[in-house]
T-cell receptor
Framework: SAVISQKPSRDICQRGTSLTIQCQVD?????MFWYRQQPGQSLTLIAT?????????ESGFVIDKFPISRPNLTFSTLTVSNMSPEDSSIYLC????????????FGSGTRLTVV | GQNIDQPTEMTATEGAIVQINCTYQ??????LFWYQQHAGEAPTFLSY????GLEEKGRFSSFLSRSKGYSYLLLKELQMKDSASYLC?????????????FGTGTLLAVQP
């Protein structure tokens, strides 16, 4: 299955600033996904990143707040814009299965704290 | 709409068997996944069911009933290292995204 490198692993940011999270996959994947996980909670899907087209956002998430790029089949970025303390969370990227493997793989996550 | 429910917490004893249930009501269905997540780590894939029935993989088994919107993960011969969160996820069949929607998650504590 694909291996995803996600960075940064953690960051502490000032409110009002933006942070861009990067995910690099070691093989070409059709779909990439971005999730948010609040402490002690499950994963909430933010958006699906399609190569060559705009990302598809879930209800409650908008492009102005969470712009996403997917320039090729192995890379994606998520930007958390104009941050507030409520954006403090873990952000994870995921890739759809490839090569006959069923499981979606995940990056190691970015722990974001906004102060 | 999407609704995927699991018990919030469970406790079990080392060496025992535990069953974690998941019920779902989703607008589309194209498979159900179980993931394990240790604190501070990324989720890791455990199992996948798309047809009704039981899938067995070592100490872990997963069952699916599509007509009932129900799945369970069965963990046998529990070990302390099995203490983790267990996440049920449904793959949405709608559109072309094949996105995974996660349930509420179950925090399992294995006690000596």
């Amino acid at each position: 299955s694909a291996v995803i490198s996600q960075k940064p692993s953690r960051d502490i940011c000032q409110r009002g600033t933006s942070l861009t999270i990067q995910c690099q996959v070691d093989s070409q994947v059709t779909m990439m996904f971005w999730y948010r996980q609040q402490p002690g909670q499950s994963l909430t899907l933010i958006a699906t990143a399609n190569q060559g087209s705009e990302a598809t956002y879930e209800s409650g998430f908008v492009i102005d707040k969470f712009p996403i790029s997917r320039p090729n089949l192995t890379f994606s970025t998520l930007t958390v814009s104009n941050m507030s303390p409520e954006d403090s969370s873990i952000y994870l990227c995921s890739a759809s299965p490839t090569g006959g493997v069923y499981g979606y793989t995940f990056g190691s996550g970015t722990r974001l704290t906004v102060v | 709409g999407q609704n995927i429910d699991q018990p919030t917490e469970m406790t079990a004893t080392e060496g025992a068997i535990v069953q974690i249930n998941c019920t779902y009501q989703t607008s589309g269905f194209n498979g159900l996944f179980w993931y394990q997540q240790h604190a501070g780590e990324a989720p890791t894939f455990l199992s996948y069911n798309v047809l009704d029935g039981l899938e067995e993989k070592g100490r872990f088994s997963s069952f699916l009933s599509r007509s009932k919107g129900y799945s369970y993960l069965l963990l046998k011969e529990l070990q302390m290292k099995d203490s983790a969160s267990y996440l049920c996820a449904v793959r949405d069949a709608g559109g072309a995204t094949n996105k995974l929607i996660f349930g509420t998650g179950t925090l399992l504590a294995v006690q000596p």
